[in-house]
């Protein structure tokens, strides 16, 4: 089984910055795909940002510039680097791994990232 544990949300001023991290464990191969997903209240969850283990990202245009996703590989933890904090990038956030060798599709349970003064 696998598990994924998000960390690093809270409230944020307007312009300030925020860093997530997110720790799979159990069975993780070594080609997959981590990235993080938003919900925002009364919105359909959306993508933020991906990484494959490769190292390819692709980020949400909304993200572009301000959002930086990365990953270690060895500890099988994904990051998002959140600058230039916005309201309306006020969600809770979840991980996400997607694992190509056994077809399946994880998720965290989430965290709140609070923007507002």
């Known amino acids: 089984q696998v598990q994924l544990v998000e960390s690093g949300g809270g409230l944020v001023q307007p312009g300030g910055s925020l860093r997530l991290s997110c720790a799979a464990s159990g069975t993780i191969f070594s080609i997959n795909v981590m990235g993080w997903y938003r919900q925002a209240p009364g919105k359909q969850r959306e993508l933020v940002a991906r990484i494959h283990s490769g190292g390819a990202t692709n980020y949400a245009d909304s993200v572009k510039g301000r959002f930086t996703i990365s990953r270690d590989n060895a500890k099988n933890t994904v990051y998002l680097q959140m600058n230039s904090l916005k309201p309306e990038d006020t969600a809770v956030y979840y991980c996400?791994?997607?694992?190509?060798?056994?077809?399946?599709?994880?998720w965290g349970k989430g965290t709140l990232v609070t923007v507002s003064s």
């Open positions: 996400n791994l997607e694992q190509f060798k056994d077809g399946m599709d994880y």
